[in-house]
């Protein structure tokens, strides 16, 4: 199995694209299952006037809005490459969803538009992937439309975010005179034409040497001139390319295109595929695992419930590190300890699941889940193997939850219990009343509404919420914490996470710091402690 292993691992790209709102990522999601042969027509997600929906876009909210609210993974081949792309929310307040993603991915594909440059949200998720140290690969969107000069962008990507670029191809003009790319490396020239198509199908393409004589009868002297000129700049006072400094994350290939019309998708996604890392290790608490460890492991970094309305499932999304998948195979549950069946495994274009019979290290299936997973659970042949967690952040909203129905109860508490383990909320106990009137907090305000109506179309359920005056929440480490003597002093309230630990809601950020400056002996903690960590800052040790 070993020659197989390798092989497999070889082929395969796992990423993510990471963007601000509205840069045209579900967009460039699209282009790249049109040219991986996933779908034959892109759909376009400018909402009301749009003949069809985004292919990842599978929630009916997000074709109502036209805006992506949960993670989506698309599978698909292209030249002999395993592909598997983990579509991630473009609205901000989700961005909790987009970071427990990362986690599964080897690289990174950076979205920038070209007249706004980088944006906030884009700053905090690069952030991420930098912790991370995974790969970025940046596409300079937008070129059908006016925008910033190239080399301006490079230089804000410099200052803004501190890493350096190098173009592996270059626009040749700009808005109505987007010709094209020129492709550094094999000095061709990508001549592009729309043939009214709007971007809906494969773009029509000339691949024309700079060196040849017909270049003169695809380029106008004076854009062959600048070309020229550009080139010659780059290639004196830009970096030098290393697959070494891509790998670790300090030089970001930039490729510049325009996704809406399909301009420069394909000559990126050739490129992305030779110089995007094979799935790679991942950290445990003994250590890397790597890839071609012949003994399966994986781990849940995200729980989708009700992709099919009508079977009420829940399917939990297992990133595959090692070893082989076998369907119905048996592995180690480290949080449960105990042995389960992993049953029913799928692989996706988005809502569209297909019935899998093997994985392998750097795909995600999806598992059929009766309620024993979470996100970060670890699953392995072997109870020696437990991955680090996948971080679970400090909500910055909250609100008390409300049944306006109350011979509707059950059907909330159901859909909140669910939703909570998807990571769309998480949900909190006011001491001593248990799941009544429960709080829920969440990281983007949006979510509110995400969680109305879901509640509603598919568990049934109309809620309301009393928003709560708190914007800040910390788990709570130390000796002989009280809550009641601790709740008097006022500006906070404590309540239980679903693991029954403490967790402090505070006002603002005064409150928090007058707490830290009054109770030195506590630990208050911005991210879920694991239970074992919890016990040892309890103890001291």
Known sequence: MTNELDREVARRRTFAI???PDAGKTTLTEKLLLYGGAIHLAGSVKAKRARRHATSDWMELEKERGISVTSSVLQFVYRDHAVNLLDTPGHQDFSEDTYRTLAAADAAVMLIDAAKGVEPQTKKLFKVCRMRGIPIFTFVNKLDRYGREPLELMNELEQVLGI???PMNWPIGMGPEFRGVYDRQARVV????AEGSHGESEVAERSVSIDSDEIKK?????????????IELLDIGGDEFTREKSDQGQLTPMFFGSAMTNFGVRPFLDAFLDLAPAPTSRQTTNGPREPTNPKFAGFVFKIQANM?????????FMRVVSGRYVKGMNAFHSRLGKEVRLAKPSQFMAAER??????????????????????????AEGADVEFEGVPRFSPEYFAVVRSKDPLRRKQMEKGLEQLSEEGTVQIFQQLAMGMKDPIVGVVGALQFEVLQYRLEHEYGAKIALDRLPFSHA????????DPKSFDWEGNRQTVQDRDGLPLVLFRDDW?????????????????????????????GS
């Open 18 to 20: 990471i963007s601000h």
């Open 164 to 166: 350096r670029s190098y």
């Open 190 to 193: 990508h001549v592009f034409s």
């Open 218 to 230: 695809v380029l106008t002297d004076t854009e062959l001139a600048k070309l020229h000129e550009d």
């Open 308 to 316: 099919d309305p009508a079977h009420r499932d829940r399917i939990a």
């Open 354 to 379: 297909t019935a899998i019979e093997d994985a392998w290290p750097g795909d995600v299936i999806g598992l059929f889940d009766p309620g024993q997973y979470r996100i970060g659970d670890t699953l």
């Open 474 to 481: 910390r788990w709570v480490v130390g000796p002989n914490f």
């Open 511 to 539: 409150a928090l710091q007058h707490a830290e400056d009054k109770h030195p002996e506590l630990k208050f903690l911005n991210e879920a402690p694991q239970l074992r960590k919890l016990a040892a800052l309890a103890s």
